[in-house]
């Protein structure tokens, strides 16, 4: 019999063919795409045509409420504290591989998506994990570092093992509409929007005014809000100066940004909290890997240790704003080794 999938349809073109390249192998295959905010209509009709294409079922699943919850709402909380989260990671963890996984428990085998990335099984030690796409370029393994062994177990990514020019290819030779539809770059809730403004629209209470300081405690200017700034931001800072400055801490308790120079916003270590592991449990000892900071990031040699139940990491070279509210994200070669939630 053969294996039943839902395929996580965008509207894009990656999720096209990876929804036809699993038709071609032979699985029961059905073309879902989620209700999460105030999606854009043409790509829910993209994604449906798309999978009248191909031949097979296309849905819609409405996962507002949770999305709002567990995305949206830990998005704007993080702000409020001087973090700069990731929402595509803490969606991938609790939305498009949790609670879709739980929707599909007893409708199909596995959940499969048009993300760049292998999902590997090493008999070894029986253990799932991810490898890096041959696509390094839009290889996202940093997405998934927070995935659990049962999750992983249940995913499919076709991609993994193409490039995106042969891609773009295969949808031009089906003629799907989705062929030459440019990749989305925003955060898919900001609706265009800039950071400012959604905050305004959803949590206003969070863009008080405040100081703007230097690390004297000199004051520089005012700001209009603490979750308009981020590490290492230079633009925008509304404050005149002779000199390159950059935000080099903002501190929520005293509702304050702080402004320096550049050499201030480099540093050889952190800790990262909250953190998960694929190809083993857990760390009981320092392990050399390479590390990225954030999803554009080079990699960069480290070393990772065990302390006070997460991670303390140490790099070989300096590395420029680190930044609390964002992953650093292991991995040994292609593997992805595991990731946290950087505090300091």
């Known amino acids: 019999m053969s294996k039943r999938v839902y395929v996580g349809m965008s509207g894009g ?7 036809l390249l699993l038709y071609l192998q032979g699985y029961v295959v059905t073309g879902f795409t989620l209700d999460l ?6 790509d829910v009709k993209d994604a449906a045509k798309v999978c009248e294409q191909i031949g097979i079922p296309h849905i819609i699943i409405d996962l507002r409420s949770t999305f709002k919850e567990k995305v949206v709402d830990v998005f704007l909380s993080e702000y409020k504290y001087a973090r700069t989260p990731n929402p595509c990671v803490i969606c991938n963890k609790y939305i498009k591989f949790g609670a879709m996984l739980d929707y599909i428990r007893d409708k199909a ?17 029986g253990r799932y994990h991810f490898e890096k796409s041959v696509d390094e370029k839009k290889d996202q393994t940093y997405m998934f570092y927070t995935l659990t062994q049962e999750q992983i177990s249940k995913i499919i990514m076709p991609l993994g093992n193409y490039k995106k020019e042969n891609i773009r290819t295969l949808a031009e030779e089906n003629g799907f509409v989705s062929a ?16 400012e403004q959604f905050i305004r629209k959803n949590a206003p209470d969070q863009l008080a005014d405040g100081n703007i300081i230097d690390k004297n405690g000199k004051i520089l200017g005012r700001h209009n809000g603490i979750s308009c700034y981020t590490i290492g931001q230079r633009r925008g800072l509304g404050v005149p100066s002779d000199k390159k400055i950059y935000v080099t801490n903002i501190d929520y308790i005293n509702n304050t940004v702080v402004l320096d120079d550049e050499k201030y916003i480099f540093s050889n270590t952190l800790f990262a909290e909250n953190v998960n592991f694929q190809p083993f449990e857990k760390l009981e000892k320092q392990v050399e890997v390479t590390a990225k900071i954030r999803y554009a990031a080079k990699p960069a040699k480290a070393v990772i240790s065990p302390e006070n139940g997460g991670v303390r990491v140490e ?30």
């Open 13 to 19: 073109v990656d999720s096209s063919v990876a929804a």
């Open 37 to 42: 905010w105030d999606r854009d209509n043409n």
């Open 109 to 125: 085998d596995y959940i499969a998506t048009g993300h760049y990335a292998k999902v590997v099984f090493d008999e070894n030690i």
């Open 180 to 195: 030459k539809k440019p990749d989305s770059q925003d955060i898919c809730f900001l609706e265009g929007m800039e950071l």
């Open 315 to 344: 790099f070989e070279t300096p590395q420029r704003a680190i930044t609390p509210g964002q992953s650093v994200v292991f991995y040994n070669g292609d593997i992805l080794v595991g990731g946290g939630i950087i505090c300091t």
